[in-house]
């Protein structure tokens, strides 16, 4: 679908894309963590850092002003930018933050992720045999992903609803119980319209998507 057929395309309404501003401030929670542990690391001295080698360096002129500049975005996105929008139209759904366009034709199944916070296409964790990585290598990620939930919404989780296509690519964001009553009502009524689907009866599940 090229962006002549999106414009032509009728608009019916939009709601905020809420996982944008969770993955700011996971991005800026993250790179204090880091930080600290770094300048914990070197007695809180920079010039200890700088002098460490190559990877001092590059944390000192490169890693410190990415993190300052994140946490400026991050400001200006709560304080002055207007809000990113997930917007629906009749034939498909839009994710401006990324420009994920969700074709609802190509639509097979959706599921409910409770601790999932992925927004757009990508390639979710599938079956069992992929817990170890979560298991082993992504328990802090996890930890600060809740922490960066809580902070803007109080929530330790949320439901993301993943939309599978017929080429099996999955496509994320929609935060459905993060939405107001009046948002959820829409979502709800567009899916049972455009997608023959009622998200009441939508499996749920924790993080991973069964097994092909």
Known sequence: MNKE???SNDFLFEIEDKIYLITQIFIVILGSSLLLLV???YDYSLEKIFDSGRLGRLSVMVGIPGYIYYVLKLLYY???QKRKTIKFYPSHILISSNKTLII???IKKMYKLKFNF???KGEHLEGLKKLWIITFFSIPSILL???SLYIPYQKISIINLVFINNKDEKFGGI???LLSLEEQSKVKEYIQKYLNINIDEIEQRLFLLPAK
């Open 78 to 80: 709560v304080l002055i």
């Open 39 to 41: 300048f914990y690391l």
């Open 104 to 106: 609802l034709k190509d």
């Open 175 to 177: 935060v459905y119980d």
């Open 145 to 147: 992903a809740f922490l």
């Open 118 to 120: 992925i927004c757009g």
């Open 5 to 7: 057929e999106i414009v």
